[in-house]
């Protein structure tokens, strides 16, 4: 059985949608910042497999790229959390409702 | 060769991403997204991108989970409070219902062209160090200056956010 782009494109479309439904139903923010790093694991899985079948190399680089915003992305988003947590002792979705009362 | 690859690290990207997301504890989910990251490095190696599979392992599984770990470990403990109620089951299903659309338009779609596998021909080394890297620091050497100056400004706004309060000159 051969593998294709196809195959490739499904795999990273499902692990996508586990990013994406784990960042809607948890409410631990750090538990939904790791739903994002799925999404972007998924993103990156696509950029690999279109170089494949095209047969260029700029698809690397971009992941490369998608790499450095990753890990920039949480160590922004880590710090933030670690900041909510010292004045609200919580890091629940559900209580950091300030912006919207 | 490829297609073992193919099946064994997407059932591992799949099944750790879903057990990560499942999982009641955050350490537990960050345990179990190692495993998945793990899954994703063996699809990059079934896609001839040996460097993107080593920077995996060391970026991903090596330091962005550390990275998790130990804020985990700063933060309430493993086991969060309210992560017990009941999970909301209505947004997933809501948020399910375009991928739905999505899934029916593209199978119609995949019907008419069966699916086939990669026929490029890949030159010699594709995927390597040597030439990713050359072709990083001279097509694309702009994005990865601009690159180099996102991670210098992340570093500074981290170092900043992690100040304590009253040692904050700018407050």
Sequence with gaps: ?101 | METFLFFFGGAVLLSGGIAAVASRSAVNAACWLVFAFLGAAGLFAALHAPFLAVLQVLVYAGAVMVLFLFVIMMLEGPVMQGESRRPRLWLPLLAMAPAVVIAVVASRALRTAAPVGFDTVLPDGFGQPLRVSWLLLQDYVFAFQMIAILLLVAMVGALALGRSERKRPWQ
Excluded: P, Q
Aim: proline letters at 0%.
């Design chain 1, 1 to 101: 059985m051969a593998i294709g782009l196809t195959h490739y494109l499904g795999l990273a479309a499902a692990v996508f949608l586990v990013g994406m439904v784990g960042f809607v139903i948890r409410r631990n923010t750090i538990v939904m910042l790791m739903c994002v790093e799925l999404m972007l694991a998924a993103a990156n899985l696509t950029f690999a497999a279109f170089s494949r079948e095209l047969g260029n190399e700029a698809g690397h680089v971009f992941v490369l790229m998608n790499f450095a915003v990753a890990a920039a992305e949480v160590a922004i988003g880590l710090a933030i959390l670690v900041e909510i947590y010292r004045r609200r002792r919580s890091v629940d979705a559900d209580e950091l409702t300030t912006l919207m009362e």
